[in-house]
């Protein structure tokens, strides 16, 4: 059951940020905290992956603010919040012992984040007056707090 509700969470987490999830899966794998030695996703946890997708996860972070910005409904924003969340629910699902239960439930929970999440986002918008970057901020907020929530627990 634990491995259904990270795995799910991380896979949330991808959905609304695409590339926080895989930073903080990285992290905690590079510092011990999630063991992915011996299987295919180990490379999360090579020297350089944690800090490379931190920055790349900065970057979209300041990305998601800018009007120009696609939806995350799009095809391209939204198949790469299916692959986000497939690669860390497997890498929640190698720490917890099932890499294939653990990747579907990433992807469910990328699909569930991302519609989710825009819905959310977009009935808060409306809720305050039309003004996004408050509500931007707080799903920042949220998605990083839940990645190392999961991140910490899932062991």
Known sequence: MELIVFAFLIGV???????????????????????????????????????????????????????????????????????????????????????YLGLGCGIVGAIAGTLGGYAARAGLVRAIGGRDLPIALLEDVIAIALAACVVTFAK
Do not use: Q
């Not at 899966?25 to 510092?31: E, M, P």
């Not at 992915?36 to 970057?59: D, E, K, N, Q």
């Open 13 to 99: 987490v991808a959905g609304l940020r695409s590339m926080t999830a895989p930073a903080v899966v990285s992290l905690a794998a590079r510092f011990g905290h999630l063991s992915l030695t011996g299987s295919w996703l180990a490379f999360l946890g090579y020297r350089w992956t944690p800090w490379i997708l931190l920055i790349v996860a900065l970057l979209e972070l300041t990305a998601d603010k800018l009007p120009s910005t696609p939806s995350r409904k799009a095809p391209v924003p939204f198949s790469a919040r299916i692959i986000s969340g497939a690669l860390c629910g497997a890498a929640i699902g190698v720490a917890l012992d099932n890499i």
